[in-house]
Each structure stands twice: as C-alpha cells, then as structure tokens.
C-alpha cells in the first residue's frame, strides 16, 4: 500500500471531520484512527490541524458574508427626548 493513497487519506478526513464537527474528538482518538487508518499519529494531528484551519476559515467566511448582507441601522430622524426635557 502506497504511504500517502489518496483514498485513505479522504477516508481519514471524513472521519476527522465528523468527530470535530460532533465535538467528540477525545484524548486517545487521534491514536485510534492512526491504529485504523495505519498512519504515524502524528500525521493523523497534522490533519485535525488542517480540518480545524479549514472549518474556522469558513465559519469566517459565512461571517462575513452574513454581515454583508444585513440591512443597514436604522436611520434616527428625530433625537430621543432626554429625561431632563
């Protein structure tokens, strides 16, 4: 098997994602899927790295364009009366 086969490595990030987008990556499952996926630990971090990069950029995205597309505040023709008036 090659060391780095692409299909692994789409299977590894579907299961990555999964686990961040559920919130349920504990201590002890990055091990875990290098166990399955049979890569080094290490490279099964650089991936949750990558996905966590990858999900905080779009949240950033979907922000901004939120943002965007909000109607402008509203205009105050007349001053609020104070208390004093």
């Known amino acids: 098997m090659l060391r780095r086969d692409p299909e692994r490595l789409l299977k590894l990030r579907i299961a990555v994602r999964y686990l961040l987008r559920e919130d349920v990556m504990e201590r002890g499952h990055q091990t875990r899927l290098a166990e399955h996926f049979q890569v080094s630990r290490q490279r ?5 790295n990558q996905e ?8 950033l995205i979907r922000a901004a364009r939120a943002a965007r597309d909000l109607p402008p505040p509203l205009a105050v023709s007349d001053p609020v009366p104070s208390a004093r008036e």
Do not use: F, G, K, S
């Open 52 to 59: 966590q990069e990858r999900r905080d950029h779009a949240a």
């Open 44 to 48: 099964v971090h650089q991936v949750v």
